[in-house]
Structure formats: C-alpha cells, structure tokens
C-alpha cells in the first residue's frame, strides 16, 4: 500500500512537516494549501525537497466552492483554478483535489455541474493535472460519493475523477460496498480519517476531532476492503484536522501517524481474508486468504500476527529510595524474593503478581534520577517473545535496551507514548516465571523478616493465587489517541469505551485497554491539565516523571478474599486511604447492605460497587511518591473498576495531598 | 436577588468550595451529593461551617430516576429518599432537587408519575422536606418544564414543587413566557446557567459546556425576567458544570461566579424595564421602568449604568530595558512626548494614538521584573471614570493601585482576568488628553531626534489622525470566558461570534469584543496550549508575564494611507514582518488585483483582504520582547482583521522565533 498523508495533519513549519513524514517512512504527502501560501520555500524548492526527502507530491489540496454556481461566477472560479494549475506544474503536481461547494453553490441541477466540471476538466487536462472531485459530508447540494461519482461519470473526462474519503462516506454512514463498483481508473485519490463517534454538527466534527485509524470508531477496514475490491492502487493517505495533533510535536504525530496505517493496512488484509468475495461482475471465485488478496492491484503488507498477552508478568517501579514501596509491599502480604545477581533490582511477589523496584538510574535520562517513585515499566506474558518484538518495531514502537549479563532472560522491550517501558515476556503455564531465578542473596535475606523464594503466602492465606488486575497509568493529553492506537496495534489490547470520573481538579477521562479473557486490564487516565504541569514532553524520562509528580498512578491486585487479606494488612500496619463517613452512608442508601457487612466495609475502609454482572470490593494504600496499591475482589462476572468510587478516591487523595502541602 | 451556587460548578474540596462561595458574597450554596459523599466533613460540620461562613444551604441535589417505575421499583426508590431527608436534617436542609428520570423509567404514565410523586411528598413532609422537581433536558417522558409542573400541579402536595432551570429550558427551546403562569409558592427553586450555541448532543452540552451567565449566549435576561414577574423570590443559583471551571481555581472561580449573577440581575432589570407587561391575570397596567419592578417580589439590584467607552486613550507596554520599543515606535512614525515627571515612563504618540513605555517595575510583582516587553496595560476613555470605575467594582472587579503624585491625574484601575491593568481615563472631545502634561523633559529632549510636544505628525503625514484601531490580547485557557464576561459587564464591550485560526503550534481561539461603533476594538486570543507554558497563572503578573513570553500579543494603529505610510515607514528602517511570496500568489488567485497594486503589497510587505463592505490593507512589525505592532487601513466599511491573513502572520512569526532558537 502506498502510504501518504495530507501536511495538515501536522504541526509545525512546511518544511518541518516534510522532514516529519520522512522520517516516518511516509511514500507521499498532500501539500494543503496554507501549509504553501504561509511558507517562505518557493514552489521549486517544495519540489526539491520532496525530492531530496523521498517523498512524492501526490495530492494539493483543498480547491473549494467550484460547481454548481451562476454562470457569472464561473470565469473567476476557473481563473483561480488556472493559477493553481500552473502553481501544480512548478511544484511537479499532477493531482488536485477538488471538493463540492458548501459556500457559493445557488443552482441545484446535475446537468449545470456536470457542465460546469467538464469545464474544470478541459482546463485541467491542459496542464496535465486531474481534479479528484470530492463530495463534503457538508456539501450544499452534494454530499453523497455516489452522487459526486454520478456527476464524474457524466463528465467523462480523463482529467476528472473521483475522491474518496473515509470522513466524509462514514460519518454519514453511507453504504460503503458500492465503492467496489467504480472504475478504479477513476478512482482518482483515497483519504483515510478516523473518528469517535460523536452527535456533533458534521462539520465541528470535521475539523477538530478526526483521529488517525484506530484511535476512533469507524469501520475502517471494511471502507478500505471495498477500495481494495474496487481494484484501487493509488495512495491511501491520511487527512486528519486534530486539534491536538496540530499543537503536538510534529515528529511524533507523524509516527503515530504512519503506524495507523501500517495498522490499517493489516486489518484490511484481515477484513479481506474473513470476507470473501462471492461471485462479482469479474467472475472472481470465492476463494479465501492472502491468495484472493493477491488478485487485486493494492499489495497489502501484513505483520507479524500476535495473540493478545495471556497476562501480567511483572509490574516495575523505579525509586530514587526504596524504602516505603518495600514497606507498604511487606504490609500488603508480599514477599521479598531478593536482590538481583547485578543489578539495583528487588523482586517481591504475592501469589502470581511479581513487583520489581528498581533503583538503577533510568536509560537514557538526562537529568538526576526522581528520587519519587514511579511505575517505569510492565511486563506482559506472551506467546512468542521475538514475535511480539518484531510486530512492535513494525509498528515503529521505539525499542527500548535492556542491559543484561550473560547467562540472563533478555527482554523484549519499548517504549509506550507515556514513556512506560513494555517489556515481552515469556511466562510459565503455572504462573511462574524463569527470570525470577535470577533474583536472591544471602544479604537481603537478613533485611527482611520474611523468608526467601516462597512464591506467594502459605495454601492457607487469602492471597494465595493473587495476580495483578489492573494497572492504570496516566496520560499527557497530546499523546492519549497515540496511546490507544499504540496498545491496540502493538499489544492486541482492545479499547473499551471511556469514562469520566470527577476529581477535585477537574474530569479524569479513563479509557480502559483489555484482552478478550480479562487476564490484561490496562487503564489509560488522562489527567486534568493542570496536573500536567505545561504537559511538555520531549525527553522520554523528563516528561514522563514530570507530569507523574503530579497525577498519581496505580498498580490493584486481586485476591480470592479482600475481607481477610484487608484485616491481614491492617494487623500488619498498613496505611489504608481513609474512606469519609459520608461514602458509607451513601452506599447503604443506594444498595441497603447488611448492616454487618457495611460495618466491616467501614471498619476496613473498603470501598463496594455492585452491578447486573457481581460485586466489587476494593481499598487503596496511601500513596508513595506518585505509586498507591489497590487490592480488589471480583464478585460474579464484575467487569468494572467500581467506578463510582473513583470520585472518592481522588477527593481524599487530593485532600492527603493538599495537607502534606500545607504542613511543609 | 438572593445569589446561590451548587458546589458542582467549582474545584477543590466542599471546605474550599464553601470558603471560596462566602469570600465572593454568596448567599448560599446548592450542596452536590457527590462533594458530600467524598468529604471527610461530617453533616453536622458542614452545617456549621456554613453558618460560620453566612451562607445558607439552600438545595440538596441531586436526587435521581424516581418517578414512572414499575412499582417493585417503588420501595427502593422511597428508601433511597428517606435516607437522604434524614441526611438533609444533619445538615439543616429543606429542599431537595428531584430530577425527571433518565435511566430506570419503564412507564410513560402521568397518572401513574403523579401517585408516585405524591409518595415521595408525602414521604418528604414527615421530614419537613420540600422536593423541586426538575424536568431534564433528556428526561426519558418528562423532558419539558411545562409538563413537569403539570405533575406538581395534579398532585397537588404542599411538598412537591417545580424547579426551573434554565439549561434544560433554553437548551431546548422551550417557550419561557409560560414560566409567568406559575404559582409562586410552587416554584421551589431557580438555577441559571448559560451556554454556547452547540449542535451537541443535549446531554454533553449540558455536562461540559455550561457557562456562568454572560459568557454564552442563552436570552437568560428574558428567562429571568419571566421568572421575577411569576413572583418568585426565592434564590437564584448558578448550576454550571464546565470542564474548565473543574480545573480553575476555586476563588477566581467563584467571583467568577458572583460577577455574572451580578450582571445577569442588571439585564434581568433592563429586560423588565423594557418589556412592560401590557395588562394581565393580576391586572397590573402597563407601566414601565423600576417603578413597576417595585412590584415584584423578587428585589433586584442594579448597578451605576456606564455608556461604552468612547475609545482607547492609551496602550501601555512594560519593559525592562526599552531600547527595542524606542526604536520600532520611532520607526513607526512615533513621536517622542518625554519622559513623566516622577516615574520611569514614557509617551510616544502618533496622532491621538498613545503608547506608553513604563521602566517601572510592576506593581506587586514578586520576582524580578520580566525584561522582555509586554502589554501591561490599557486606558479607554468613558465619560465618567469614576462612574465607570465604581461600576466595576461592584462587579468584583480587583481595583489595581496607580501611584500617584499630587497634580497629576489619578486613574482608577482594575485588573482584567489575564491580569492587564485597565484604566478608565477621561479623553478630551479633540482626541487629546490632559495628562500628558505630566510628560515631557529637558533631558530627553537630547536622547532623540523629534521634537517634544507635537501631537501627531505634521497635516500632510500620513498618519494624521492615527488611532489606536485593536488591541491583541493572550487569554490564558483558565479565564478565557471569565474575560468575556468582565469585559461585557465592566466595560460594555459587545463579544462577537469568535473564529478560530490555524496556527503552526494548533488553532488560535480568537474572540472579538468591540463597541457599537467600533471606537474600540479588542480581541482575546486563546493561545494554543503548549504555548501556554502549564497555564498556572497564581500571580497576578508572574502568571502573566509567563503565558506572554510564548505567545505574541500586539496594538494596532489606524490610519489614513496605509501604502504612504509603510513607505515612510521603510525609509525610516523599520523592519516589517516578511511576507512570503506564495501569499502573494494566493492573493492574486483569489483576488485578480491590479498588477502594479500587488507588485506595491509585495514590496512593502502588505497584507490584504476583501469583502462586501470593503478592503483592508495592513503590514506588522517583527516582534519585540512578546509585543509586536500593526498598521492598519480600513476602506469602505470593512469591519473585520484580515482574518484570513492571520495564518501567515503566526507562520512567518513561528519561523523567525525558532530561527532566533537555533541561532542561540
């Protein structure tokens, strides 16, 4: 598949754009209009430097309000066309891109438009340029590709074809299968657009909030099986107005950008494979698979294909000082496995969920290492490491080292757009794990009043069997679509529809990524602004740390028993997040506990939701640098996260915050 | 007018909140169920500490999917109540907010609502509770305020009443002139917010993109004037839920808050005072103004009425060292008017444009003073400043001290939500103005080569008669609708409809406020985030001084002959901003000017633009510190800014400031 993208999607200089898509890998861009007439690089050097960058100029974009007008407009809409005709012909364009007019149209009549672009196609064929007329989901009188494909076809012109883009065909939820009956030699340009789906006017939609694939909810792959059916060759470029992707750093955005549409190229071909063709106008068998796939003129690459993580393996914490994350994990019933062989690295496990703290200073940090600690890092089981890895550089995840000694598991590593390191690990049927062999010494044994090596507590304790449920990670707000495209496509984790939960400085957005059995729950938050701190995040480390200072993350354990692991943690000392009084009143007003069950609840400050499905039970640690700890207990077929309590959470988390302010 | 909040439209804690509600002078507070439910405050202490502060808790709310359920619904729904009548007794409360049912509604029954409700009132008088019943804009059966009184009306118990608000009236264009046929007694409750017009789903509109009153554009006068000639007299409290708001800081937020409640009084007076209701059921006549307002129950308080300013008298720019000002105002045609008497401030004029250049450190600045030049401050010219000025500190506007010696002038000022100091001057009907006299010096008479005194250029300048035509504001993303109300209520300036242009850093948020006849001109600029440097604005100037340094704020001058002047202009040496050609290309494309008009633009750096009513030419300097300035010719009756032009002035803006970057 040729990949393009139009330079609006981007932010920055023209010139930076161009770099920016380099870099990315991109075939080709589109030149938008006011990315040019706002550059000081003259046509020639545009061509140039395309040219020097590898990059072909495969679309100039947008001329608007064409068709459809009184005749005493049409001299000067044709005079404007000419000079962007010979503006295309200096930057060696061959293809612009033309949409149905939405401002100056007055006249409602096929055969005036058809007239009127026959005209436009005269003109165009003179310069050697092809107009791909394109319908506006918004258009005045014509907003519908069929429609628009209608008008190409009447025209019959070699210089006018059509233009399809996902936005526009989409949003309307018109029928995308006709697609497969235009000629593909008049197909003459595909953008791609992704989109949440919202109840917003079509055109605000439009123009702020359109994603790249697989950050929204349109059905991509199948708009572009049709296009692929269709016998479509030509680039499928990517035409996204973000207001966020236009503020962010244009090197990134461009990564973020490509790796959709590697990713899309990937479901297509799956789309494809599961939707057989049968029977069409070209006699096509229905056959199956990548062989029918080859039949049609769009070579679609695939990746590597990977099952989605059969669970956690590790949860990584880096800390400047140890100190309190070994104490609260001692309270919470976990076990210290010892220091490993060569590095600044503990091991602490509870039943199956291992915790390493790390107190080696990051790779690659540029600055002194935060002495808070952090969730730097998780692992996930997978079934081929190497596999996994490989599928993940494809899709231009950044690798991450991991140092190792001879004789040691290396890791498959990258990194997450919030600077998290993913780590692909290869786990053992029984929840063990080898790496762990790597961990133990004599030393630490004498540091800690538990025994070393046991695996989980004793048969008889309600942790026996604990794993990790859930791990919620914040996120900077330019690099929160980036994130749910990277876990989808790299990580096969499957984005549920978001929330927001009310805190005390503002609504926390909370996207929750998971595999099909559960084993991974990931939940991404993005964070109230000002908890972001400028949200300024070059520096992979930098970044991170600074906008983790402020919005606090967390790691929740499930356990077969919260009521006696709760009082276990309590008789060791633990520091529970105090639930308010109010809370439990509330909650017998909505569910009427029994009174001894509410009493317990309060007494052990766990906080209790309830649904269709089950029952939740779960507390909170106090929190240690910007990390707290949550243990929950599922209840039934209880999917969710007892959002309803998230609220209380965040009031008392904020209040804890605010008094440690106060008493400095 | 009794003034009321719901501790929903603010951050931070109930505590906070409350303190916040009693520092602004509210009367009383609506208490959010949720802001209870997460405090560790208990009922009893909340009770108190609003006693302490002086507020009332007027409503508890709110209370959910009651009515129209299947009846073994029915006990857990009175049970759920219960438990809050007794709650609201804790806390001293009488009314509760009953909102139509939206999820567990089964029955579209009205008779059956009715038996249900009076369950509920029933319930709620043993207590001593009144329910206000409240119709959602996207209540499942009852979404119309109309048909929810209906109910009230038909079960007809001292306890159940009506509650209006005007979000779920306005949102969804109900006719509000029947809000007159109400009972009194039955109108339990009013809550006002405002909003933008959006093509929203109701439901996100409501619970994101609430405003205070004044800051969207809901006909809130006329809906209150309904209300006041129902005769209710109860409080009116703003229920706003905004994403922002959730972020901002609670104090500003709330007086915020209490200016548009404020305000909103005032124009619901105006309304009545020019809507006289001719004859009705009570059999008032016809009479209008306050006499006739007198009649109403509901006392409504009104401010000193100020008439808009009849221009600007003066911009004033703050610098650390003002050698680069100097320059560019000198280049510009400036003329030198001396330096003040007693302070370390200068006065260039050009015509009756005046800029004064203030070396003084800033008042009340805690660090060191910012060198880089910034726009600290503006005069207008209103006919009574002292008026004007007691107006806009009933309406909470911060009063700004200027010092001042005996003899000289004394301004009253006040500080805008991005912290300019706006000063309200008395100008002379001949564009001068009196306290120029204060300027003007032996010594500088020497420093520069112009003569002192002169008020504009000679009769033949070009720039005769110059004025100040706009000035260019960067609103930090927290206040931006906060400035829009403040310079409404304080300045009577008219906001309106904003664009939004694209820049290389993300879309720029740009609102104009203006005068009926445009003698002033200011427009808000809500900068892209990440030029917004966190957006912590704290302190009045270190918050400011920080969101300039990124973002370019600049005045523009009016005048005559716009080519004249960018001639003299040139041969004095300014250095323009440099324009590049392909917008020359572009203009010519759109426009078809005459060759020897665009060869002139080209070579002077021009810029142009065209509409129905007129032409606009203009040209902008380079950037000096965060400001920068503009020239401007208006023909005909062009009333805009070369909006379309704006995109190259941030482009070329962007490319010089990162070149300075990377040259460093």
Redesign the interface.
Known sequence: MRTGIATVCL???LK?KMQACAIAGFDGIEIF??D????????EDVRTMAADLGLTLDLYQPFRDFDSVNEDLLP?NL??AE??FK?MSRLGMDTMLACTNVATATIDDDDLRAEQLSRLAELAGNYGVKVAYEALAWGKYVNDYEHAHRLVKAVDHPNLGTCLDSFHILSRDWDTAPIEGINPAKIFFVQVADAPK????VL?WSRHYRVFPGEGQFELAKFMGHVVRAGYAGPVSLEVFN?VF??SDVERTAVDAMRSLIWLEEQSAQWLDIHPRVGNSSGTPAVSGAAVRRRYPMELATLPKVAEPAGFNFAEVRAGDAAGLEKVLGQLGFEFNGRHRTKAVQLWTMGHARVIINEEPASGASGPLSVAPTIAALGFDVDSPLLASARAQQLKAPAVPRKSQANEEVFQGFAAPDSTEIFLCQGNPDGTAAWTSEFGDEQATHQFPVALGASGGGSGSPTTGAVIDHVNLAQP??HFDEAVLFYTSALALQPQPYAEV?S????VRSQVMLTEDRAVRLVLNLA???Q?????QDSRYGGSSRLRRTYQEHIAFAVADLVATAKECRDRGLEFL?I????Y??L???F?LEPDFLATLRELNLLYDRDADGEFLHFYTATVGSVFFEMVERRGAYDGYGAPNA??R???Q??HL?QMKRSR
Request: charged share 25%; aromatic share 4%.
């Open positions: 932010s920055g200089t930076e209009e006011q040019l007439v706002t550059s000081p690089l003259s046509p000067g005079r404007r000079a962007k503006l919202l109840s917003l006017d605000s207001d236009r503020q707000w330019q009310p005390p400085t503002g609504l109230p602004l000002l972001q701190d400028g949200g300024q105090h308010p009084d109010n809370y009143e509330d017998d007003a909505r009427a609220p209380v965040h009031a008392v904020y209040d605010h």
